[in-house]
């Protein structure tokens, strides 16, 4: 990081380089065009794979620690391998810019393959690509 001594904020402010820095799950890529006010923001990566926007002081002080997945602990959890239902899960392929839940590539019994959110996983919303609901709809009609 660099300094200088000057009166001038918005020139000191300039001599700032966070890039390739890592504050805790965020990494620093680049500096961003869009300011919040005086302060500079930053393009940063998270661990999940999810890009955000963070402020030198965010970073500095630890008020921001990731993109916002740590409020639904996606580090922690690694759903890979679980069964859900008829579901079992393949790997992680990104978060819900929604709500900000990972998505995980299921594979269903039936040989399709399926996105679903974590949370619709663990609450039970999801056990089927789909086609549960069909055969108990077959069902019942017969």
């Known amino acids: 990081m660099q300094y200088d001594s000057s009166n ?3 020139e000191n402010c300039m001599k700032v380089d966070l890039t390739g820095q890592k504050f805790n799950k965020l990494t620093v890529l680049k500096r961003s065009e869009i300011q919040y006010g005086d302060a500079l923001r ?3 990566r998270c661990e999940c794979g999810t ?3 963070a402020t030198t002081n965010e970073l500095r002080s630890g008020h921001k620690k990731s ?17 859900f239902g008829r579901l079992v899960v393949m790997k992680r392929v ?17 040989g399709k393959r399926t996105e679903v959110r974590s949370c ?3 609450s039970g919303n999801t056990k089927s690509c789909g ?8 069902n ?3």
Do not use: F, M
């Not at 990104?94 to 039936?110: L, Y």
């Open 131 to 138: 086609c549960l609901g069909k055969t108990r709809a077959k």
């Open 120 to 122: 619709d996983l663990k």
């Open 140 to 142: 019942n009609y017969n």
């Open 8 to 10: 001038n904020k918005e």
């Open 67 to 83: 993109c916002g997945c740590l409020k639904h602990k996606t580090h922690a959890d690694n759903l890979k391998g679980q069964r």
């Open 94 to 110: 990104g978060t819900s810019v929604k709500d900000r839940h990972p998505i995980w590539r299921c594979k269903c019994d039936c």
């Open 42 to 44: 930053w393009l940063c």
């Open 51 to 53: 890009e955000t926007l």
